[in-house]
């Protein structure tokens, strides 16, 4: 039996267990399905055992399947090390970065930064996944993660870029048409634009050491901060937003800041990555540009 197996077909098979099909594997790798058949039933052949249970729709993987899976992962992972450390002592962002980001913050801001390091680090490439699931950073194979929020206790390593603060904000045009607001308790008269993603519109808003819950049902009750901003801009009400989303529009004259003050909690912002002591330089390169980035956003 022939087990000599070439570290691009332990890939192949790699990325048909970690995405469920080969259809999905074949495009991440950018090969054609049919090859990447080929390639993992020949290495079924070089071990002589099966490895995945195939299906019309699924890809199932069988206990021996699976324990090549995990002892492959680790010599790739070992092999990705020995590259990374050669990169390192270069001194040159260059290969393959992996980032995932909120798929609001990251449309808004981390498209952004990427483009620049990119224009920055001409050899390196990117794959960007917007989602607004916690990715498990370590096992799907993520450089970096932009976490926007608390973080959990974890033992990845982070870097603080800053902290998202918030502002209320309606159009000329509405406010224009509506009473005026001179306190906290005005927001009764006024129709009420909010962020509400899992279906439960309210906010709680802070001055100072005052805490107060605003509860009162929403015109319009939405899942994201573009779309809030969005309606406050075409004259339907009040959203609260974050001041680096509101800022350009509040330039142009189109958004006004109610209530001075008044605001919701910060909310701080970090990437996360797995070492702190091995950094390879694409990955301290891109958090560094996103340190300096993040600090001109005005957030």
């Known amino acids: 039996m ?40 020949r290495v079924e052949e070089k071990l002589g055992a099966q490895l995945l249970v195939r299906s019309t729709r699924h890809v199932h993987v069988t206990e021996v399947g699976r324990d090549y ?11 990705d090390a020995a590259g990374a450390a050669v990169a390192r002592q270069s001194g040159e962002p260059k290969g393959l970065l992996k980032i995932t ?17 990119l224009r920055q680090a001409p050899k390196v490439r990117v794959e960007a996944e917007y989602t607004n699931r916690l990715v498990d950073i370590v096992h799907e194979g993520i450089d970096v993660a932009i976490r926007v929020g608390a973080l959990q206790d974890s033992g990845l390593s982070a870097r603080r870029l800053g902290e998202v603060t918030y502002g ?15 306190g906290l308790g005005d927001l009764k008269a006024h129709d009420l634009v909010m962020h509400a993603p899992r279906g439960r519109p ?38 609260l937003l974050p001041r680096f989303l509101a800022g350009p529009a509040v330039a142009q004259g189109a958004l006004r800041a109610v209530l001075p003050g008044w605001t919701r ?7 996360v990555f797995a070492s702190s002591r091995y950094m390879d330089p694409k990955v301290r390169g891109f958090v560094d540009l996103c340190v300096s980035r993040f600090e001109q956003v005005g957030a």
């Open 69 to 79: 899976f995990e002892r492959v992962v680790a010599i790739l992972a070992a092999v």
């Open 265 to 271: 909690s910060p909310a701080p912002v970090h990437a």
């Open 2 to 41: 022939e087990t000599s197996i070439d570290l691009a077909d332990m890939r192949a098979y790699a990325a048909v267990v970690t995405d469920g099909s080969f259809t999905a594997a074949a495009e991440r790798l950018g090969i054609d399905k049919a090859r990447m058949s080929r390639i993992v039933r």
């Open 168 to 182: 209320l904000y309606a159009s000329p045009d509405y406010l224009a048409s509506r009473p005026a607001l001179s």
């Open 202 to 239: 309210g906010w709680t808003l802070v001055n100072g050491a005052a805490t107060e819950r605003v509860a009162q049902s929403p015109r319009c009750a939405v899942d994201n901060s573009i779309a809030a901003r969005n309606l406050a801009l075409a004259g339907l009400g009040i959203a």
């Open 101 to 117: 980001a909120g798929a609001e913050f990251g449309n808004l801001l981390v498209d952004e930064w990427t483009a620049e390091f």
